[in-house]
DNA sequence: GATCAGGCTCTAA
DNA sequence: ATTAGAGCCTGAT
């Protein structure tokens, strides 16, 4: 793993403002990484918990959340998190037209 | 929706 | 150093 595009990457995920949200693919876009989608995923997977980086306004292109995460209440902690800043949920989708984050 | 193939990194041998 | 397998994706069938 190299930690300069985990960084590059973080750099952007951290840029996304509040109540808005951004794929994968777009943040690796912005990153300077334009087919680096996937490593996207593989890094916030790997520092989703342990830093203050806003990994749930990262969903996939389709509006979707790509891993389940479930707290100890047994709930969606991401759909939990984005509700909780306005962004509207449903059934596990957001309303992309609504709520991408456009740079 | 569900499926397929593409493009690129990471990890383990 | 090279190779093979797998991955929290995407855009087009």
Do not use: C
């Not at 912005?30 to 203050?52: F, M, N, S, Y």
């Not at 891993?67 to 509700?83: A, F, K, M, R, V």
């Amino acid at each position: 793993m190299s930690n300069e595009l985990a960084q590059m990457i973080l750099a952007v995920v951290s840029q996304i403002p509040k109540g808005k949200v951004a794929s994968y693919g777009q943040i690796a876009k912005l990153a300077g990484l334009p087919k680096h989608a996937r490593l996207v995923g593989r890094v916030l997977g790997q520092i989703e918990d342990r830093t203050a980086i806003p990994w749930h306004r990262v969903i996939n292109s389709q509006g979707k959340m790509s891993t389940t995460q479930l707290t100890e209440h047994g709930d969606h902690l991401q759909q939990i998190l984005l509700l909780s800043e306005g962004v509207v949920v449903i059934n596990g989708r957001v309303n992309l037209k609504q709520f991408a984050w456009l740079p």
